[in-house]
């Protein structure tokens, strides 16, 4: 079992910066591909970023590439997400996920339906 808790969201204006983070429990965090979704209002959950349990492999949604970068710190059991030029679109309800995997293949799983273990969600507002 791992449970993850996020921390970091909030409101910020357009333009600005957040830094989401992801606590894993457990001893095991290095065995696990991580991910970042997110959730508006009315809409579907979605894909924002994910890296392989090394951290040597990422990758990112098209509407968030250049502007987030996932990463991960495998002795502190944390996945951070660093947003930069926020815009107002980018507000939702952003989740971290993990997925036990299973070879050394530096793997990053992009389907939600794939992870085992989701956060409880933190908000991020944007206001224009």
């Known amino acids: 079992q791992v449970q993850l808790v996020e921390s970091g969201g909030g409101l910020v204006q357009a333009g600005g910066s957040l830094r989401l983070s992801c606590a894993a429990s457990?001893?095991?965090?290095?065995?696990?591909?991580m991910g970042w979704f997110r959730q508006a209002p009315g809409k579907e959950r979605e894909f924002v970023a994910g890296?392989?349990?090394?951290?040597?492999?990422?990758d990112y949604a098209d509407s968030v590439k250049g502007r987030f970068t996932i990463s991960r710190d495998n002795a502190k059991n944390t996945v951070y997400l660093q947003m930069n030029s926020l815009k107002p679109e980018n507000t939702a309800v952003y989740y971290c996920?993990?997925?036990?995997?299973?070879?050394?293949?530096?793997?990053?799983?992009?389907?939600?339906?794939?992870?085992?273990?989701w956060g409880q969600g933190t908000q991020v507002t944007v206001s224009s």
């Open positions: 890296i392989s349990w090394s951290g040597a492999s990422t």
């Open positions: 457990g001893r095991t965090f290095s065995s696990y591909a």
């Open positions: 996920a993990a997925v036990r995997v299973r070879s050394l293949v530096h793997t990053v799983v992009v389907g939600d339906d794939e992870y085992d273990y």
